[in-house]
């Protein structure tokens, strides 16, 4: 079988991998070593997480072969100088987790993969794809603001983002990967016949605000390019990548997310005048625009808004404190629990995260419910629910028993 010399030229661990799939590294070592054969169970997760079909995965080992030309596609990609160990395994951990919710989905009847593929293509239907990048994501930004009935709103769409792309079937994920550059990513996950687009932002050393874009960034490429590139990868420091995707996905992210007539509403509504903003006036602005302060002053001087001098004297401004003062957006993580999240379900603030040896994950809030439901209702196990949870079965009854009903399935 192929599976030593996938993970090997994936550059992923086996401990790893057999953590992800939950069995001890004898028994996985003895999958790889060909001396037992892989367990009808876990292809399929074995499958859907490496990224290569079930049957390449018990494909017979060539008998000459580099091991660089066996990585799957993603995982060819990964190798990148700029990928380290922990980014790889982040992926691998995201992917899991993209089986499970198909999983979910099959015990639900829902197949919200088959309706992101119609947004998609609804957006692209008929784009002339030889206009200029900026052009196309502005007018793909139009069309998607449509169907999500974004057109008419004249408020930020920050808080809109993430629940509609999940209604849509992309899956949101916002994790911290600490001491990495990469800022954000695209790539498929699920298993074979129900592949969806996963959008990562990192959340270490980021902003709420900086995320929104970075999402929107990261749909473009899943509109745009995940047919033919197997993940988009994006880093600090490349706001000024020209290569066509990364230009049509920047303009889209900024047009979905403040039009001309939405940034003009905002400045009509709060009675501002553009040549004498002050830091609390512009802090506002951001705050009700859900972006960033060069972003806000970007988008106004490229609408005519604000000249030269005006753009870079507001970009001087330091709006922090003030902003803080008028977005719970703006507070730390902590700041942000207690105050606004005080009253939530200790599950919400507190108990989605999951570690598998050294790499954390924070579970999207609708997937654990979703969990919890299907265990009350009987269609999974407590066993089953904590492995879709990727956690044993003492921490899922710990989290959740009280939101579990009695009694409990084995």
């Not at 192929?2 to 030229?9: A, P, R, T």
Request: aromatic residues 8%.
């Amino acid at each position: 079988m192929m599976l030593k010399e996938i993970i090997k030229s994936a550059q992923l661990k086996p401990e790893f991998c057999a953590n992800l799939v939950n069995v001890p590294i004898a028994e996985f070592s003895e999958w790889m070593d060909d001396k037992k054969q892989i367990p009808d169970f876990a292809i399929p997760e074995l499958s859907a997480v490496l990224g290569v079909s079930e049957k390449d995965l018990l494909s017979p080992k060539p008998k000459t072969s580099s091991n660089s030309n066996l990585a799957p596609a993603i995982w060819f990609k990964l190798r990148d100088n700029r990928i380290g160990e922990s980014e790889r395994e982040f992926v691998g951990l995201v992917r899991r987790l993209g089986f499970s919710m198909a999983q979910l989905d099959g015990i639900n009847s829902t197949r919200n993969s088959s309706r992101w593929a119609a947004t998609a293509q609804s957006i692209v239907s008929g784009l002339d794809r030889s206009a200029p990048p900026a052009l196309q994501g502005r007018e793909a930004a139009t069309r998607f603001r449509s169907i999500a009935n974004w057109d008419h709103g004249q408020q930020g769409i920050g808080e809109l983002i993430r629940p509609m792309l999940r209604r849509f079937g992309l899956v949101v994920m916002e994790s911290p990967i600490t001491k990495s550059t990469l800022e954000g990513c695209c790539f498929e996950i699920g298993g074979e016949g129900d592949k969806r687009p996963c959008v990562f932002a990192n959340t270490y050393k980021s902003t709420w605000f900086r995320r929104n874009e970075i999402i929107l960034h990261e749909v473009c490429h899943a509109i745009f390019d995940l047919a033919n590139d197997p993940v988009s990868l994006d880093f600090t420091g490349e706001q000024d990548n020209q290569t066509v995707s990364e230009e049509r996905a920047r303009s889209f992210a900024r047009a979905c997310l403040v039009p001309r007539s939405v940034l003009t509403h905002f400045v009509n509504q709060m009675g501002l005048k553009w040549d004498t903003l002050s830091v609390e006036q512009l802090a506002q602005l951001v705050a009700q625009a859900h972006v960033e302060q060069r972003v806000v002053l970007g988008l106004a001087h490229e609408h005519g808004l604000i000249s030269d001098e005006m753009r870079d004297r507001y970009l001087a401004f330091d709006c922090a404190q003030a902003l803080r003062h008028v977005s719970s957006h703006a507070l730390t993580t902590r700041e942000f629990l207690q105050k606004e999240a005080a009253d939530a379900p200790k599950w919400i603030a507190e108990n989605r995260n999951t570690t598998l040896r050294t790499r954390r994950l924070r579970l999207p809030a609708g997937y654990v419910q979703q969990v919890i439901e299907a265990t009350n209702a009987g269609e999974i196990s407590r066993g089953k629910a904590a492995e879709m949870l990727m956690m044993d079965r003492y921490t899922f009854a710990d989290r959740f028993g009280e939101l579990l009903a009695e009694p409990a399935l084995v």
